[in-house]
C-alpha cells in the first residue's frame, strides 16, 4: 500500500485531471480517505460507479453532497450508462486550459487523466469502456489491476489506471462490513458465514419484503422466525433449504447458504440497495 501509494502521488505530478471512483452503494465506505489529501488542487471528477445496483433517489442525494466537492456524476462501467458525459465533462473541465496552451502555441497538448479507486471499484472496467476495447484484464475480484497502466484514448487523451489501494486501517466495523458485503475485501480471508449473517441482519430491517419474495418466505413462517432469538440465523437455515444447500445428514451448509446470500445482494436480485445514505 504504501509503495502505491508513493507512486501515485508521484505520477499526480503529471496529471491534469483526477477521476475518482467510489462504489454507489457505499460511497463512503468505498472511499480511500488519503485521496481527498492526495488529490488536492487538481481537477477533479467524482464517479458514483455500479449506479445500476443502487437505490437511485439516495446516489441522487449523495450527488448533491459530492457536488460541492468535485463535478459527480452517477455511472455504470458495465453497461456504458453515464460514460459519454465522462468524456464531456473532462473536455469543459480543460477547455481554459486547452485555450491558453494554444496561445503559447502548444496545440496538441496531450490531457493526463488519473484513475484513482479501491479494489474491485470498477476502474479497470471503466477504461475499457471508454477505451472502447478489452485488452485490459477486468474480474470482478478485488485486485485484479496490478500495476499501473497507460490507455490512450482519442488523439489527445491518456488514461492512467492505477492499482486499487486500500488504507491500513478501518475506521469502524461498518466500513469493514461495507467493503466485505460489495466484495472489495475478499471472501476467502474472511468469515464468509458471518459476513452473510451481518449483512442478513441488515437487508431484514429495511428490505424484509424483497427478501421473503427472493426466497419464497411466507409471512407465517416470517411471524414464526421473529419470535425466535436467533431469528436472522434461523432465517439463514430456511434460505439454506429452500435454496437445497443441504450436505450429508439433511443439515444446512452454511457456507454454501452465505455464498447464496452475498451473491444475490452482489447482483441485485434484491433489487437496488445502498447501503449508506448523506
Known amino acids: 500500500m504504501a509503495k502505491t501509494k508513493r507512486q501515485i502521488l508521484e505520477d499526480l505530478k503529471l496529471m491534469d485531471v483526477v477521476i475518482e471512483l ?20 487538481k481537477k477533479k471528477i467524482i464517479l ?3 449506479c445500476d445496483l443502487a437505490n437511485e433517489k439516495i446516489s441522487q ?7 460541492k466537492e468535485a463535478r459527480t456524476l ?33 496545440v496538441n497538448k496531450t490531457i493526463r487523466v ?36 497507460w490507455v490512450r484514448i482519442g488523439k489527445n487523451q491518456e488514461l492512467l489506471d492505477t492499482p486499487g489501494v486500500l488504507w491500513p486501517k478501518f475506521e469502524s466495523d461498518e466500513v469493514a462490513l461495507n467493503l466485505a458485503f ?17 449483512l442478513l441482519k441488515r437487508l431484514y430491517v429495511d428490505y424484509k419484503t424483497e427478501i421473503l419474495e427472493r426466497y419464497k418466505i411466507t409471512q407465517e413462517e416470517a411471524k414464526k ?18 435454496c437445497g444447500a443441504i450436505k450429508q445428514g439433511a443439515i444446512v451448509d452454511d457456507e454454501k447458504v452465505a455464498r447464496i446470500i452475498l451473491e444475490d445482494f452482489r447482483n441485485c436480485k434484491f433489487g437496488k440497495i445502498s447501503l449508506e445514505e448523506p
Not at 187 to 196: K, T
Open 22 to 41: 467510489l462504489d454507489s452503494r457505499i460511497p463512503i465506505s468505498s472511499r480511500n480517505p488519503d485521496v481527498c489529501e492526495m488529490t488536492k488542487g
Open 48 to 50: 458514483l460507479n455500479k
Open 61 to 67: 442525494a449523495w450527488i448533491k453532497v459530492l457536488q
Open 74 to 106: 452517477a455511472i455504470d462501467a458495465n453497461s456504458g450508462k453515464g460514460v459519454d458525459q465522462v468524456l464531456r465533462t473532462i473536455d469543459e473541465m480543460m477547455q481554459k486550459e486547452l485555450e491558453r496552451q494554444r496561445q503559447k502555441g502548444r
Open 114 to 149: 488519473m484513475i484513482l479507486g479501491i479494489p474491485n471499484v470498477g476502474k479497470s472496467s471503466l477504461i475499457n469502456r471508454i477505451a472502447k476495447k478489452t485488452s485490459m484484464e477486468v474480474g470482478n475480484k478485488p485486485g485484479v489491476t496490478k500495476k499501473k497502466q
Open 182 to 198: 460489495t466484495g472489495t475485501i475478499k471472501d476467502d480471508i474472511l468469515d464468509r458465514i458471518e459476513v452473510a449473517y451481518e
Open 225 to 242: 422466525l421473529e419470535a425466535q432469538e436467533n431469528s436472522i440465523y434461523e432465517l439463514m437455515q430456511i434460505i439454506g433449504k429452500k
